[in-house]
């Protein structure tokens, strides 16, 4: 065996100081990082939900400022509708000019919408030909509208083709064929902070863990326009997230990216005062990065380590001190090991120290002091030992002899029992034999559903006793058909009630026959139980399942396979392996075992 390289106890000492305290730093400095990680946490959710307060609060009072905006519109628009409404019930159609309604109201639009949701006439041509039928909450909005009659109002809403902030109002038609609608545009002053779409420009200045502020309509539509004055539309990555905050009115959080940077969505539904129709719920999707707090733990990460530098090279200096001034002492005692391992039993340890290696020390001298007594003893007690030897060997071939006629007797014994136990089958083949020979259709049946049980058991892998116990129970399996008239068993054509009632018995006529034979206990379960079914209806208990002994299950399988490929009364001709086969499948899970069938089958498409 190759030696192992040598490595002073000083060094492996220098190590162990060095990683302990290694450790220890590293331990201390971890700590601190993570406390100072949760309190970065802590401050990054105090300003979270600041944040999330603030903008609730300036959606609010963009709403509320747009409510007052919306009074005069309303009271306009009513006196428009009212005067369209009049002039469709005079004349009985649309025909009429619509922008005649509007002279001097350049912010108003005139629309009247036909009952298949489709905008048929506008004083706007952009909305004209307009359909709403993938809208959903709209139309059903505008069935209120149709069914109720009366002038009603939504809250602002962005318009399908401008993406404008808008406020419409509807009126049906006193025969509810079309609906007349007017909008109109919604001014904000967007130095105020109070406009639905530039209400965020303050809380982005003030806070620049924020990367963005939008509020989305019930559609996710924002009211902020981009550069190319499109509206701004909800992420479909987070498409999930919007929709859940508008369905259950609560805060949706999760954590992705922005821009490539991990960043953190804040989802706050909020609820438009007063409104009426589709756009009743609207969400404000707020962004938050944490630049500043990762560059902070860049920052204590590089304080960290190096603190944990900066210490592990004063202490391996400290250390390398300390080792080699405590292993001075074991080196002495390692020097006195190898020259007692060379024999030298005349080494002492000389060394004047006050701890514990001064006890080692007197320990070691005192040892090699036993060693030479020992080694005088040794050569005594050798002498004795070649005495033993000799008395043991003689012994050993005492022992031998018995053992070589121990063997011879158990081999007698042996050959006894396996005769004895040959005996015990030829009586049980003796009364197989006698059944079949009652019984002129079965001429060699239980011989068969042996052979039959016995390669089941071997293709399941049974153990010995196991087989053994199959072996009786199998060929004596019909034992109790000697209880059973000749005229019943050998009738040509279908039994009797009766007579069938009496075969039925033969299971329970068996058990009885053998009951008194203490070698066949195990084996009269098989004989009791070889007619039951996996579904219960068979016979004489009408047991199911796992309440049917196994084996049992097995001699059913064999039975059954041998009576449909031998000649029976009650059938013109056996059938083919093919089709016993066939009918063991069929049957397989109510009146066989799944697993027996399966094994069987294989067996015998093998043997083919």
């Known amino acids: ?316 200096s400290i250390g390398y001190y300390i080792a080699s001034r405590l292993v001075k002492p074991i080196e002495e005692l390692t020097i006195g090991a190898k020259e007692v391992a060379e024999g030298n039993l005349s080494y002492r340890f000389k060394m004047k120290i006050n701890d514990e290696t001064a006890i080692l020390g007197k320990q070691f001298n005192h040892m090699t002091e036993e060693l030479s007594r020992l080694l005088d003893e040794r050569y005594k007690y050798e002498k004795n030992l070649q005495t033993k030897n000799q008395e043991i060997f003689n012994q050993k071939e005492e022992i031998s002899a018995l053992y070589e006629e121990t063997s011879a007797l158990n081999e007698e014994l042996e050959d006894m029992l396996r005769q004895n136990s040959e005996s015990y089958f030829e009586t049980v083949r003796a009364l197989a034999n006698a059944i079949d020979e009652k019984d002129a259709y079965t001429g060699g049946h239980c011989e068969r559903v042996m052979e039959y049980s016995m390669v089941i058991a071997a293709e399941m892998g049974l153990n010995e006793s196991e087989m053994n116990d199959l072996k009786f129970g199998s060929i004596l399996h019909d034992i109790g058909k000697i209880g059973i008239a000749e005229n019943i068993l050998n009738k040509e054509g279908k039994l009797s009630q009766e007579e069938y009632g009496e075969i039925k018995k033969h299971p329970i006529k068996g058990d009885n026959i053998l009951k008194n034979l203490n070698f066949l206990t195990n084996c009269r379960r098989i004989i009791h139980e070889h007619h039951e079914r996996i579904d219960g209806k068979g016979y004489p208990g009408g047991l199911d399942g796992d309440h049917i002994y196994f084996l049992a299950k097995i001699v059913c399988v064999a039975d059954a396979y041998d009576a449909m490929t031998s000649c029976r009364p009650y059938r013109n001709g056996e059938l083919s392996k093919e089709q016993a086969i066939e009918e063991m499948l069929r049957n397989k899970g109510t009146q066989f075992d799944p697993e027996i069938v399966d094994a069987f089958i294989s067996y015998l498409k093998r043997e083919e």
């Open 1 to 316: 065996m190759k030696n192992k390289r040598f490595f002073p106890f000083k060094y492996k000492l220098f190590i162990l100081l060095f990683f302990s305290v290694f450790l220890v730093s590293s331990i201390l400095a971890s700590f601190q990082f993570y406390i100072m990680h949760n309190n970065m946490e802590d401050d990054f959710s105090q300003k979270q939900k600041l944040v999330h307060d603030r903008a609730l609060n300036m959606i609010k009072n963009a709403d509320y400022v747009n409510l007052l905006n919306e009074k005069p519109i309303e009271e306009e628009a009513e006196i428009i509708l009212r005067k369209v409404w009049n002039e469709y019930k005079e004349d009985k159609n649309i025909d009429f000019n619509l922008s005649s309604f509007i002279n001097g109201k350049d912010d108003y639009q005139l629309y009247i919408i036909d009952s298949s949701n489709t905008v048929i006439r506008a004083t706007d041509p952009e909305d004209l030909g307009l359909n709403f039928t993938g809208y959903t909450d709209f139309l059903n909005y505008l069935d209120v509208i149709r069914a109720s009659g009366i002038f009603s109002t939504s809250r602002v809403s962005l318009s399908i083709n401008s993406g404008d902030l808008m406020k419409y109002c509807y009126i049906s038609s006193y025969d509810g064929k079309y609906i007349f609608e007017t909008g109109t545009k919604m001014e904000t002053d967007k130095t105020s902070n109070v406009a639905f779409e530039d209400f965020e420009h303050q809380l982005l200045d003030e806070n620049s863990f924020i990367s963005s502020i939008l509020l989305y309509d019930y559609q996710g539509v924002s009211y902020k326009k981009d550069a190319a004055g499109k509206n701004i539309k909800i992420s479909s990555n987070h498409e999930d997230y919007f929709k859940q905050a508008l369905d259950t009115m609560k805060t949706v959080e999760v954590t992705g990216t922005y821009l490539n940077a991990p960043a953190h969505y804040e989802y706050i539904p909020y609820e438009i005062v007063g409104a009426r129709g589709a756009n009743e719920r609207n969400v404000i999707e707020i962004i938050y990065n944490n630049r500043e707090a990762r560059n902070k733990l860049r920052y204590m990460e590089g304080v960290v380590a190096l603190v944990v530098i900066l210490s592990s090279a004063v202490v391996a």
